[in-house]
């Protein structure tokens, strides 16, 4: 074993512009004796656009991640260095990695990061919504009780939400995050720094339910609630009336209220509410 302790370098790469790779990224992944990445042939194609000598790829994802911790911390524990990549941007965050670092800072090495790009950042950045504080969500879950219960922790804190998602699921997942969130400011922003770059602006409910027909990776910004309408009789019956139009269980409707009003709790509401449709179906 070598005395000097190896280093694990955690590598952003371009999200699709190829001289977004910073010159320090560049000179870590030519020295670099092991690379893992989440597909070797997509790792292949970056080096050969950068003009980088192939290296030693090891294929890293979710399935093969633990197994693949005693080849690194071995390369590493004889004073070598490697740099994780994912397939665009700065990898960990929602890729495969989480267990690797982990296991090298615990083994003793060096785990230092190259930064760069980042689909969450660029996105955030140029969005125009509240930058903070905020909450990266990663990609959504699948289903549709699963998107909310991930995002109801989040009705009532005022923070910015940033999430990956598929284009098929996209207005789906959004229909649900109007149902708990309530109306919300929201961009969509697609092809970061790519040629067909675009951000989509708009409320919530311009987007929910919709079929969006959008090409390439997807990333979601949606705003802190909206400001607070001082609460008065007339407000609280006008705001639970826009709420329950936009449908939702009773607990998600008074969440969304409140978030609305100020002075009633989420309690006050959802008993106004269970009054309510009581009347209604007596």
Known sequence: MSETPGTLWVVATPLGNASDLTPRAKEI??????????????????FAQQGIAPARFLSLFDHNEAGRIPQVLEHLGQGGEAALISDAGTPVLSDPG??????????????????GPSAVMAALSASGLAPQPFVFLGFLPRKAGDIRQALARFA????????????DRL?????VAREVLGERECVIARELTKTHEEFLSGNLSDFAGRELDLLGEITVVIGPALEKHVSGQEDVAQVLKEELDAGGKPKDVARRAAARLSGMTVKELYEMILAEQGRAHG
């Open 29 to 46: 992944l030519a020295r670099a004796g092991m690379v893992l990445c989440e597909d070797t042939r997509r790792a292949s194609r970056l």
């Open 98 to 115: 989480f267990l690797l670092v982990r296991a090298c800072r615990e083994a003793g090495h060096a785990v230092r990061p190259a930064p």
């Open 156 to 167: 009532p804190a005022g923070c910015t939400l940033v999430f990956f998602e598929r284009k």
């Open 171 to 175: 207005g789906a997942s959004l229909a």
